[in-house]
């Protein structure tokens, strides 16, 4: 039934156990996944606020470059990450592949979706609450709305335990 799975993944608590219900979803039907993570805005930190009102070429330049280390370094982990689970995946027969996309969460997860015609997405969600979660546009509910296949959400078990 669903022969090409996308999964979303990134550096949440919940990312293993989205992981692993992918994995057994692909043992079960003979699958292949595609391993994502996105590297978003949201993940460079703090650079354009910092430098703000700030007028020395040289302090500027200082907080570039140590945000580009930072940058290099999180781009890093991030691919050690999605190698880490296409080896897991491999260990367990499953052909993987992975890709680290920069951009906007919820439409990258939806574009490669498309480009490489998944039938399934899997992914997590964060739980977003009060005022947070009034304003905020969740990347699970934007790829609910905006995918070209079927999308299943894996609720982290620390969220299951605090709605019992």
């Known amino acids: 039934m669903y022969q090409k799975i996308l999964v979303a993944i990134d550096h949440s608590a919940g990312s293993e156990q989205v ?4 994995l057994k979803l692909a043992k079960m039907m003979n699958s292949r996944l595609m391993l994502l993570h996105v590297l978003s805005s949201d993940d460079a930190g703090e650079f354009a606020s910092l430098s703000a009102g700030m007028h020395s070429p ?3 330049s200082n907080l570039a470059e140590a945000h580009r280390k930072h940058w ?3 781009e890093k982990k991030s691919l050690e990450l999605l190698r880490s689970y296409a080896e897991k995946a491999a260990a367990a027969n499953i052909p993987a592949e992975f890709t680290q996309n920069f951009g906007d969460s919820g439409r990258t997860i939806c574009k490669l979706a498309e480009m490489w015609d998944a039938d399934l997405i899997v992914m997590g969600r964060r739980v977003l609450t009060g005022l947070e979660a009034w304003l905020s546009d969740s990347v699970s509910s934007y790829v609910i709305h905006h995918a070209p296949c079927p999308v299943f959400i ?3 078990k620390a969220l299951q335990k605090q709605g019992s």
């Open 72 to 74: 290099e370094a999180y």
């Open 19 to 22: 992981f692993e219900e992918a």
């Open 58 to 60: 040289l302090v500027v």
């Open 154 to 156: 894996v609720q982290s």
